[in-house]
């Protein structure tokens, strides 16, 4: 895959886990939209190879879901951490998002009140347009 296409992709599970909060399945919403950050990510890490590809499945390191891990290989953590110093809101946004992990509603089923908040808070600190955490990415992409 290469740079744009992970760029579409996080637009994409952006928009899949919109409609999936909108149709009360939060637990699904919740761990799509993580992955809109994980495809942003990995667009910024593309971003620094050749062509904009991704690197190969040999060099497994890339192919992490760890949020601060892909941060750090995408090579932009000093310049996000300096725009989190710069913009609390981004920062408590990010402190967040950070923590996301697939693991985190991969198999629940059941909706409940405390999945639909955190599925609300989670795209809220992805699509905040000042402060958002995905938008701050898209400059890096």
Known sequence: MNRRSFQKLAEARLLDSKALLKAKRYDAAYYIAGYAIECALKACIAKRTRLYEFPPRDTRVFYSH??????????????????????????QQ?????NWKPSDRRYDLVGT???ANAAKALLS????RQHG???CLSNYW
């Open 133 to 135: 955490v995905l938008q």
């Open 125 to 128: 600190a992805m699509e905040d």
């Open 94 to 98: 990010w402190d967040f998002v950070k």
């Open 113 to 115: 009140k405390k999945a």
């Open 66 to 91: 760890e949020i601060e891990k892909l941060l750090n290989l995408a090579g932009i953590e000093k310049s996000f951490q300096q725009e989190r110093a710069n913009d609390a809101i981004l920062s």
